[in-house]
């Protein structure tokens, strides 16, 4: 399957121009109150993104806090407690190396609109994504995460999830072939047992870099 097509960029139209040259104050305006509309939901993605991010941050620093507390304290189990370890330290390199690249993936249609990021690791095949502000799903659909390799090749699917009440969502580390080369990540609303190629239309979508 060839590489979807990019999501056509939006245009802004241009103010008609009078008979006598003159252009009217109404298209001034216009263009003024797109522009701060523009501005306020750049504001809105960061701040959601921030909230976002210290939230998980939070949680898996308390999570590994935990984990090791609870290894020092049974020596008998400490071989379970070691695989969690090693779960929670590998998402933490994924939010945190160097090499991972993060792509916020955003609606494409609406102003003010749900957003997400993929923290991906390209060296390990290790993935993390994080959304919120999702729109809830019917019963028998749910959202799926695509990794679009470079080269043409066909999509890969990167998991089902459905929003929480909190209208939040994640995917932590789901099995993906290692040393792919990410283009794009998208998001499509798909039947509750997954599909095999997206649907659309594309709900959100990030280029990689």
């Given at each position: 399957?060839?590489?979807?097509p990019k999501t056509q960029s939006?245009l802004?139209?241009?103010?008609?121009?009078?008979?006598s040259g003159?252009?009217?104050v109404?298209?001034?305006?216009t263009?003024?109150?797109?522009?701060?509309?523009?501005?306020?939901?750049?504001t809105w993605?960061g701040?959601?993104?921030?909230?976002?991010?210290?939230?998980?941050?939070?949680?898996?620093a308390?999570?590994?806090?935990w984990l090791?507390e609870?290894?020092n304290?049974?020596?008998?189990s400490t071989?379970?407690?070691k695989?969690q370890?090693?779960h929670v330290?590998q998402?933490v390199a994924v939010l945190?190396?160097?090499?991972?690249?993060?792509?916020?993936?955003s609606?494409?249609?609406?102003p003010v609109?749900?957003v997400g990021?993929?923290?991906?690791?390209?060296s390990?095949g290790?993935?993390?994504?994080?959304?919120g502000?999702?729109?809830?799903v019917?019963?028998?659909?749910a959202y799926?995460?695509?990794l679009?390799p470079?080269?043409?090749?066909a999509p890969?699917?990167?998991g089902l999830?459905?929003p929480d009440?909190?209208h939040?969502a994640?995917?932590?580390?789901?099995p993906?072939?290692?040393?792919t080369?990410a283009k794009?990540f998208?998001?499509?609303?798909?039947?509750?047992r997954?599909?095999?190629?997206?649907?659309l239309?594309?709900?959100m979508?990030?280029e990689?870099r």
């Amino acid at each position: 399957m060839s590489d979807l097509p990019k999501t056509q960029s939006l245009l802004l139209s241009h103010p008609k121009i009078e008979a006598s040259g003159r252009v009217p104050v109404y298209c001034a305006m216009t263009d003024e109150t797109t522009q701060t509309k523009r501005r306020n939901a750049l504001t809105w993605l960061g701040w959601l993104l921030a909230a976002l991010f210290a939230v998980a941050t939070a949680a898996l620093a308390h999570h590994v806090t935990w984990l090791r507390e609870q290894a020092n304290a049974a020596q008998g189990s400490t071989a379970q407690m070691k695989m969690q370890l090693d779960h929670v330290n590998q998402v933490v390199a994924v939010l945190s190396s160097p090499e991972s690249q993060h792509v916020v993936l955003s609606e494409t249609r609406q102003p003010v609109h749900p957003v997400g990021q993929v923290s991906w690791l390209q060296s390990q095949g290790a993935l993390v994504f994080i959304a919120g502000g999702l729109r809830d799903v019917p019963p028998d659909k749910a959202y799926e995460l695509w990794l679009v390799p470079a080269g043409g090749k066909a999509p890969i699917p990167a998991g089902l999830f459905r929003p929480d009440p909190d209208h939040g969502a994640t995917l932590v580390l789901p099995p993906l072939p290692a040393q792919t080369t990410a283009k794009r990540f998208l998001v499509t609303v798909e039947p509750g047992r997954g599909s095999e190629t997206p649907s659309l239309p594309i709900v959100m979508q990030g280029e990689s870099r």
